[in-house]
């Protein structure tokens, strides 16, 4: 049956039709719709896990049992689970394990621009990289057969573009491979040194093998132009910007495998053109192995290594017609992102900008509490960065007076408690703040640890983090109200004056959650409005001044409440009951 799907629902597809029995990931986008649409399959066990390398352990584990497995993550996901990838390339495998890495060129929703092909390379793992739908679903499922086939796990590199754009996919009846029986093998699967050692050449020749199966696969394919005065070598969403720009003008090499790239297939190609052009986005990766096998080519003295490609670039830089754009007849004002009215993390962040604080940030939602007007963080690195930079911060002369860590409460289940167990065994005299919204937010509302939920919406055991934080050695552990402003900044002030570690939970569930029940929006008296401004300081977007007066939009205030707390002369009112 022919279908549309979403890249991302493709390879769940595929998933299921390769026979795939266990997936376990951390959300990530653009890679989170996979793990979602495998779940609705009732023969795959699915389940989200506290962070990528936990996800990529237990998919190893569900392969060394002999059962097809999967884990997905996003590209800085990658990162975290490096540690089991580089290691897993030693041992090999049981049963199939693929592993979806979705990377983010332009920074959608993203702190950086990395190019995961770099980690195919240096752990000796293959990669595909389908470049539509109908791709991503057969690579998935060719990715089980290279899996079992050359004993290895198997990296499909998706994008933003790949995951999140519709295509035509021909889907079919899953296969049921019968599970592979699990035999002890120390040497094979016990990494210390002297095993590994062994295991090493056993990778090395396992590349080798791989090129070979390159050089004739159909994936790496041969598409002949009118013109070979240029030929291009490209993969995924640049091919369809090069098809799209170019049509048939010139001879394309299409590789589906970009780790290990083919040799002689790359050679026979270049022998048939004039010039040499790569066309990929971010590093010059396929451009490198190029270059090393001697050809003379072009490609990033063409086409950046930063920010994604467009039709109208690979156009530009062809020098072939860049269709002309159509402005419009008005300037879109700048919409910048912005925690949604009835957020909860907006009255915490409020009260530590009115305590003009220093804020060590992590990833999610609360991120936005950088944004003007709160403009209350001053650093961001990574998940879980929040607490270990806090307690490196204050080890090095920072004012513990002065300074509090944030983090979510899924972050925290990520990877933020490492950083709380550092803080109490090496006693930084650290403030932390887990912004618990019982959800995990960023990424579309998945289940973690601390919700009580699984994947699938079935009641699980929940983790009780005011216990969790004093089994880990915090003594002063305090839950708070955000939409509270006077009980935040109450707490903050205390547990900043405190002289050993201490834990705020600021407890409320995100305003989106559908289980909410959102107050009736709030009204202004305007005789009573001083036009001071002081409810635009915590920077809600039901909240504007017009003709001098503040102004609220019902369709958006959820009667949180915060801002009446600021308004010293009584303009916000609640409604009266009816």
Known sequence: MKTLMLGNEAVARGLYEAGCSFVSSYPGTPSTEVTEAAAKYPEIYAEWAPNEKVAMESAFGAALAGHRSFCGMKHVGLNVAADPLFTISYTGVNAGMVIVVADDAGMHSSQNEQDSRHYAKASKIPMLEPADSAEA????????????????????KMCTRVSHSQ???????????????????GPKYIMMPGNAKRRHPVVEQRTADLIAWAETAEINRMEDGSDHKIGIITGSTSYQYVKEVCGDRFPVLK??????????????????????LVVEELDG??????????LALSGKDYFSCIDELSQNIVAEKLGLPVPAGTALDEPIPPRPPVMCAGCPHRGLFY????????VMGDI???????VAPLAAMDATICMGASISGLHGFLKSGGDSKNTVAVIGDSTFMHSGMTGLVNVAYNESNATVIILDNSITGMTGHQQNPTTGYNLKGDPATKIDLETLCHAIGIRRV????????AECNQAVQEELAADEPSVIISRRPCALLKTVKHGKPLFVEEDKCKECGMCMKIGCPAISMIGGKAKIDNTLCTGCGVCRQLCKFDALQLPKED
Do not use: Q
């Open 364 to 370: 999610g939602c609360y991120t936005l509490g950088a």
């Open 478 to 485: 305090r839950v708070v109200d955000p939409y509270n402003l």
């Open 351 to 358: 009260t530590l900008k009115k305590n003009k604080l220093t």
């Open 255 to 276: 590789l589906g495998m970009v780790w290990p790239l083919p040799e002689k297939k790359i050679r026979d190609f270049a022998a048939t053109v004039d010039h040499l």
């Open 137 to 156: 679903l057969a690579f998935a499922k060719l990715g089980y057969e290279l899996s079992e086939r050359f004993d290895t796990p198997v990296l499909l």
């Open 285 to 294: 990766f396929i451009e490198e192995h190029c270059r090393n096998l001697g």
């Open 167 to 185: 295509s035509v996919v021909e889907t079919s009846d899953r296969v049921d491979p019968p599970a592979k029986p699990y035999e002890k093998n």
